[in-house]
Nanobody, 122 residues
Framework: QVQLVESGGDSVQSGGSLRLSCAVS????????MSWFRQTPGKEREGVAT???????DYSASVQGRFTISQDNAKTTLYLLMNSLKPEDTAMYYC????????????????WGQGTQVTVSS
């Protein structure tokens, strides 16, 4: 059973940086997608940064150029480096593992972490 545990969420001021981590265990094969999503109350979960099985990364337009997704070689930890944070980045951030494409679609994900809160103040 795949388990995902996020960490690194915090409260920061606008313009600041954070690095989120997601510890991955229980993987028995290389997944199609390893990604970060975020969600705020009353809104749908949004794909922020994705990593597909070919190593191709993709970012939402709202974070392109500010966020970077990466992983260690063993695929045991997924990272999200967030720079130039804005108040609109405030959300619960989730890492997820998916077995189907396309990687931007939440319904293609089978395993989710419990989330880590990021709060950006102006």
């Amino acid at each position: 059973q795949v388990q995902l545990v996020e960490s690194g969420g915090d409260s920061v001021q606008s313009g600041g940086s954070l690095r989120l981590s997601c510890a991955v265990s229980g993987l028995t094969s290389s997944p199609a997608c390893m990604s970060w999503f975020r969600q705020t109350p009353g809104k749908e979960r949004e794909g922020v940064a994705t990593f597909d099985s070919d190593g191709v990364t993709d970012y939402s337009a709202s974070v392109q150029g500010r966020f970077t997704i990466s992983q260690d070689n063993a695929k045991t930890t997924l990272y999200l480096l967030m720079n130039s944070l804005k108040p609109e980045d405030t959300a619960m951030y989730y890492c997820a593992i998916g077995s189907r494409w396309p990687c931007r679609e939440p319904q293609n994900y089978d395993s989710w972490g419990q989330g880590t809160q990021v709060t950006v103040s102006s």
